[in-house]
């Protein structure tokens, strides 16, 4: 694992962030809400870590890049089995927020946006499904066709 150099006006928000195929989700929310643990279920489906519980983020161009502050790279928390090696994803774009704060009570919700850095970016809430961490692994890959 490499160090990253991070910009100096880069800000370090309470998120985890994982990636796939260069493209990240930002996993936002309350300690506890299930952060570290759907970006688990995300990197058993393919994806790497970039961020667990802290996330640099910072503006280049029209787009908001991720990465790990260099103490914690590579390294996630498994609640109840301990701190665990990942694989690391380089830094990379934000592509999609989830929200674990709110939850979704639409069955095929309105496209939701928010903003970071001044950047719109989708927002998905989240859904009590098992298939949530699956559903935003395609996110990512293939987008939302509505």
Known sequence: MSVVTIPHDAVTIHASCVALDGLAVLIRGQAGSGKSGLALQMIALGAELVAD???????????????????????IEARGVGILAAPVAAPSP?????????????????????????????????ITEAHFAAALTLYLKYGRTD
Do not use: Y
């Not at 519980?53 to 390294?75: E, F, K, Q």
């Not at 929200?99 to 639409?106: A, I, L, N, V």
């Open 53 to 75: 519980d802290r996330t640099c983020l910072w503006r280049a161009g029209n787009m908001v890049m991720a990465a790990s502050p260099p103490t914690i790279l590579g390294r």
């Open 94 to 126: 934000l592509a999609l927020i989830a929200d674990m704060d709110g939850t979704e009570s639409e069955r095929l919700p309105p496209f939701h946006t928010d903003h970071i850095l001044g950047i719109t970016l989708p927002l998905v809430k989240k």
